[in-house]
Protein backbone atom coordinates (compact mmCIF):
# COMPACT_ATOMS: atom_id res chain seq x y z
CA UNK A 1 0.00 0.00 0.00
CA UNK A 2 2.87 2.36 0.93
CA UNK A 3 4.45 1.37 -2.43
CA UNK A 4 1.38 2.56 -4.45
CA UNK A 5 1.00 5.98 -2.57
CA UNK A 6 4.92 6.36 -3.13
CA UNK A 7 4.61 6.50 -6.95
CA UNK A 8 5.09 10.13 -8.44
CA UNK A 9 2.65 11.22 -10.63
CA UNK A 10 3.22 13.28 -14.38
CA UNK A 11 2.84 13.12 -17.42
CA UNK A 12 3.87 10.97 -19.99
CA UNK A 13 5.41 11.97 -23.25
CA UNK A 14 2.25 11.11 -25.44
CA UNK A 15 0.57 13.61 -23.15
CA UNK A 16 3.00 15.90 -23.60
CA UNK A 17 3.29 15.98 -27.31
CA UNK A 18 -0.41 16.05 -27.61
CA UNK A 19 -1.22 19.51 -25.33
CA UNK A 20 2.26 20.53 -27.22
CA UNK A 21 0.13 19.96 -30.91
CA UNK A 22 -2.76 21.51 -29.55
CA UNK A 23 -1.04 24.63 -28.16
CA UNK A 24 0.87 24.87 -31.58
CA UNK A 25 -2.69 24.03 -33.69
CA UNK A 26 -4.77 26.90 -31.57
CA UNK A 27 -1.34 29.59 -32.29
CA UNK A 28 -1.56 28.96 -35.79
CA UNK A 29 -5.38 29.26 -35.57
CA UNK A 30 -5.59 32.00 -33.93
CA UNK A 31 -2.67 33.37 -36.21
CA UNK A 32 -4.52 33.21 -39.57
CA UNK A 33 -7.80 34.95 -37.83
CA UNK A 34 -6.25 37.73 -36.19
CA UNK A 35 -3.70 38.88 -38.81
CA UNK A 36 -0.57 40.56 -37.16
CA UNK A 37 0.46 43.00 -39.81
CA UNK A 38 -3.00 44.06 -40.02
CA UNK A 39 -2.94 45.01 -36.30
CA UNK A 40 0.53 46.70 -36.68
CA UNK A 41 -0.96 48.38 -39.77
CA UNK A 42 -3.51 50.00 -37.62
CA UNK A 43 -1.52 50.74 -34.61
CA UNK A 44 0.81 52.67 -36.88
CA UNK A 45 -2.58 54.63 -38.22
CA UNK A 46 -3.79 55.04 -34.39
CA UNK A 47 0.15 57.11 -34.50
CA UNK A 48 -1.28 58.84 -36.79
CA UNK A 49 -4.37 60.17 -35.57
CA UNK A 50 -2.31 61.17 -32.67
CA UNK A 51 0.69 63.06 -35.04
CA UNK A 52 -2.27 64.90 -37.06
CA UNK A 53 -3.49 66.01 -33.30
CA UNK A 54 -0.16 66.67 -32.17
CA UNK A 55 0.41 69.48 -35.47
CA UNK A 56 -2.62 70.50 -35.36
CA UNK A 57 -2.36 71.58 -31.52
CA UNK A 58 0.81 73.22 -32.29
CA UNK A 59 -0.62 74.94 -35.44
CA UNK A 60 -3.48 76.18 -33.26
CA UNK A 61 -0.96 77.86 -31.31
CA UNK A 62 0.75 79.10 -33.86
CA UNK A 63 -2.52 80.89 -35.10
CA UNK A 64 -2.92 82.60 -31.65
CA UNK A 65 0.25 84.14 -31.63
CA UNK A 66 0.66 85.13 -34.90
CA UNK A 67 -3.03 85.07 -36.31
CA UNK A 68 -2.63 83.39 -39.04
CA UNK A 69 -1.45 79.87 -39.74
CA UNK A 70 1.64 79.35 -41.99
CA UNK A 71 0.99 79.49 -45.32
CA UNK A 72 1.74 76.46 -47.94
CA UNK A 73 1.80 78.76 -50.68
CA UNK A 74 5.44 79.06 -52.66
CA UNK A 75 6.74 82.42 -52.28
CA UNK A 76 8.81 82.65 -55.55
CA UNK A 77 5.66 82.73 -57.36
CA UNK A 78 2.83 83.42 -55.04
CA UNK A 79 -0.38 81.75 -55.97
CA UNK A 80 0.73 78.71 -56.68
CA UNK A 81 -0.52 76.33 -53.34
CA UNK A 82 0.46 73.06 -53.60
CA UNK A 83 0.85 70.70 -50.32
CA UNK A 84 3.62 70.52 -48.30
CA UNK A 85 5.09 67.11 -47.53
CA UNK A 86 5.42 67.40 -43.73
CA UNK A 87 9.23 65.69 -42.91
CA UNK A 88 9.54 67.34 -39.83
CA UNK A 89 12.42 69.49 -40.20
CA UNK A 90 13.04 71.45 -43.41
CA UNK A 91 9.54 71.50 -44.84
CA UNK A 92 7.28 75.12 -44.50
CA UNK A 93 5.30 73.89 -42.26
CA UNK A 94 7.86 72.22 -39.56
CA UNK A 95 9.84 75.25 -40.33
CA UNK A 96 7.62 77.45 -39.30
CA UNK A 97 6.47 75.53 -35.78
CA UNK A 98 10.19 74.72 -34.75
CA UNK A 99 11.23 78.85 -35.59
CA UNK A 100 8.02 79.69 -33.78
CA UNK A 101 8.57 77.37 -30.66
CA UNK A 102 5.02 76.48 -30.56
CA UNK A 103 6.96 72.80 -30.70
CA UNK A 104 9.60 71.36 -30.58
CA UNK A 105 9.59 68.36 -32.55
CA UNK A 106 7.28 67.70 -35.58
CA UNK A 107 6.10 64.32 -35.99
CA UNK A 108 6.44 62.44 -39.13
CA UNK A 109 4.39 59.45 -40.50
CA UNK A 110 6.12 56.20 -39.06
CA UNK A 111 6.23 54.66 -41.89
CA UNK A 112 7.22 57.31 -44.49
CA UNK A 113 10.09 56.07 -46.63
CA UNK A 114 11.60 59.93 -46.54
CA UNK A 115 11.05 60.55 -49.98
CA UNK A 116 10.08 64.48 -49.79
CA UNK A 117 8.59 64.91 -53.76
CA UNK A 118 6.34 62.81 -53.79
CA UNK A 119 3.16 64.29 -54.53
CA UNK A 120 0.18 63.18 -52.67
CA UNK A 121 -2.30 63.66 -56.12
CA UNK A 122 0.09 62.02 -57.69
CA UNK A 123 1.97 59.65 -55.68
CA UNK A 124 -1.65 58.23 -53.58
CA UNK A 125 -0.06 55.46 -51.65
CA UNK A 126 2.67 57.13 -50.15
CA UNK A 127 2.80 57.34 -46.88
CA UNK A 128 3.20 60.56 -45.33
CA UNK A 129 1.85 63.82 -43.67
CA UNK A 130 0.62 66.39 -46.33
CA UNK A 131 -0.02 70.44 -45.52
CA UNK A 132 -2.08 72.77 -47.52
CA UNK A 133 -2.72 76.29 -46.30
CA UNK A 134 -4.09 79.08 -49.35
CA UNK A 135 -1.93 82.21 -48.44
CA UNK A 136 -4.11 85.03 -47.33
CA UNK A 137 -3.28 87.36 -50.45
CA UNK A 138 -0.26 88.94 -52.08
CA UNK A 139 0.85 91.63 -49.95
CA UNK A 140 0.67 88.58 -47.03
CA UNK A 141 1.63 85.27 -49.13
CA UNK A 142 2.94 83.59 -45.59
CA UNK A 143 0.11 83.81 -43.61
CA UNK A 144 -3.06 81.26 -43.87
CA UNK A 145 -6.75 81.77 -42.21
CA UNK A 146 -6.95 77.73 -42.97
CA UNK A 147 -5.30 74.69 -43.23
CA UNK A 148 -6.12 71.09 -44.13
CA UNK A 149 -3.83 68.15 -42.90
CA UNK A 150 -4.07 64.94 -44.10
CA UNK A 151 -2.14 61.53 -43.73
CA UNK A 152 -2.74 58.17 -45.76
CA UNK A 153 -4.12 55.62 -43.95
CA UNK A 154 -3.23 51.81 -44.22
CA UNK A 155 -6.47 50.36 -43.28
CA UNK A 156 -9.63 52.12 -44.16
CA UNK A 157 -11.46 50.92 -41.41
CA UNK A 158 -8.88 53.66 -39.31
CA UNK A 159 -10.66 56.60 -40.94
CA UNK A 160 -13.13 57.15 -38.64
CA UNK A 161 -15.35 59.41 -40.90
CA UNK A 162 -12.54 62.19 -41.28
CA UNK A 163 -12.12 61.35 -44.97
CA UNK A 164 -10.89 64.30 -47.15
CA UNK A 165 -13.59 64.60 -48.75
CA UNK A 166 -15.77 65.86 -45.65
CA UNK A 167 -13.56 68.73 -44.56
CA UNK A 168 -15.40 72.30 -44.79
CA UNK A 169 -11.80 73.43 -46.17
CA UNK A 170 -11.55 70.84 -48.65
CA UNK A 171 -13.00 72.82 -51.51
CA UNK A 172 -12.29 76.24 -50.27
CA UNK A 173 -10.22 77.96 -52.42
CA UNK A 174 -9.87 75.62 -54.95
CA UNK A 175 -10.27 71.48 -55.26
CA UNK A 176 -7.31 69.88 -53.73
CA UNK A 177 -6.09 66.27 -55.63
CA UNK A 178 -10.04 64.90 -56.34
CA UNK A 179 -9.13 61.37 -56.20
CA UNK A 180 -6.13 61.85 -53.56
CA UNK A 181 -10.23 63.41 -51.49
CA UNK A 182 -12.35 60.37 -52.28
CA UNK A 183 -10.03 57.59 -51.25
CA UNK A 184 -10.77 55.74 -47.79
CA UNK A 185 -7.85 55.96 -46.71
CA UNK A 186 -7.43 59.47 -46.81
CA UNK A 187 -7.42 60.73 -43.13
CA UNK A 188 -7.72 64.47 -42.52
CA UNK A 189 -8.05 67.89 -39.88
CA UNK A 190 -8.73 70.85 -40.44
CA UNK A 191 -8.32 74.24 -39.53
CA UNK A 192 -11.18 75.10 -36.13
Not at 94 to 112: E, F, H, I, K, Q
Request: aromatic share 8%; proline share 4%; hydrophobic share 40%.
Amino acid sequence: MSNVNNMKKGFTLIELLVSILIIVVLTGSILVIVNPSQIRGRARDSQRVADLKIIQTALEQYYLRNRAYPSSVDTLVWGSTAFVHVNGTTDRLSDALLDSLVTDVVPTDPSADGSTDADPCEELTHLRYNYIAPARNATEPLKADAYILTAIMESDASNDDHECNLLDNWDNGGTYCTTFATRPFCYGVESR
